[in-house]
């Protein structure tokens, strides 16, 4: 079956310390995979879609970094953390006429 | 730029009586339009979609109308219940920049409308 996993569901992390959330995908192979955030007020943001192995792009300018060294393995990535970087991200996998998302983590920058 | 707009952060109905959530958009370029819901610390999760060449969508208790000359479309839920309480977005869905005929495509979301179904 096809499935979508992401962890950990919840983190708390001091400003300044690195974050690395990781998604995967089962059941299909070279899945388009994306990383998306909601902001508390606000909607669901896209930071970065991936097409393949090695292949990121970036939507919107942050201090977040994504990489994909599996063909269905997605890592969103910080070095230092900040207040701002707080939020519900998401891991979502494109499907023929939608989307999957993952179960979601609920990132606190403390 | 918000292409794509909730502008009631919340609504609250009747068990029963039907939910309207509305959203606007700017991008002429959309090729289809999602609804998601979404419950607290879950991931959200699809519902109904409406392609740009329909007008309208139904599924069940989940009707979504599409006005491209307003550029607006609407969710109906008809009998609402108190289980459909929970954030809905409307996305739209539009091919990344440079990309003509590709596989992958972008979702833009609007900020959502808590719906809060009493019984």
């Known amino acids: 079956s096809q499935t979508i996993h992401q962890w950990p569901a919840t983190l708390v992390q001091p400003v300044g310390s690195p974050l690395s959330l990781e998604c995967t995908v089962e059941?299909?192979?070279?899945?388009?995979l994306y990383w998306y955030r909601q902001a508390a007020g606000r909607g669901l943001q896209l930071l970065f879609y991936?097409?393949?192995?090695?292949?990121i792009s970036s939507e919107v300018p942050q201090n977040l970094s994504a990489s994909r060294p599996q063909d269905r393995q997605f890592i969103l990535s910080s070095k230092k953390l900040l207040l701002s970087d707080s939020g519900f991200y998401l891991c979502?996998?494109?499907?023929?006429?939608?989307?999957?998302f993952g179960s979601g983590t609920r990132l606190t920058v403390v | 730029d918000q292409q794509v707009k909730q502008n009631s952060p919340s609504l609250s109905v009747q068990e029963g009586r039907i939910s309207i959530l509305n959203c606007d958009y700017t991008?002429?370029?959309?090729?289809?339009f999602l609804w998601y819901k979404k419950y607290p610390a879950e991931g959200p999760t699809f519902l109904i979609s409406?392609?740009?060449?329909?007008d309208k969508n139904e599924d069940g208790r989940f009707t979504v109308f599409l006005n491209k000359s307003a550029k607006h479309l609407s969710l109906h839920i008809v009998p609402s219940q108190p289980g459909d309480s929970a954030v809905y977005f409307c996305?739209?869905?539009?091919?990344?920049?440079?990309?003509?005929?590709?596989?992958?495509?972008?979702?833009?979301f609007g900020k959502g409308t808590k719906l809060s179904v009493k019984p």
């Open positions: 979502a996998w494109l499907q023929r006429g939608g989307y999957t």
């Open positions: 991936s097409v393949g192995i090695g292949q």
């Open positions: 996305a739209g869905h539009t091919q990344p920049r440079g990309e003509v005929g590709g596989s992958q495509g972008n979702l833009i």
């Open positions: 059941g299909t192979s070279n899945p388009n």
């Open positions: 991008n002429s370029m959309f090729d289809y």
């Open positions: 409406i392609s740009s060449i329909k």
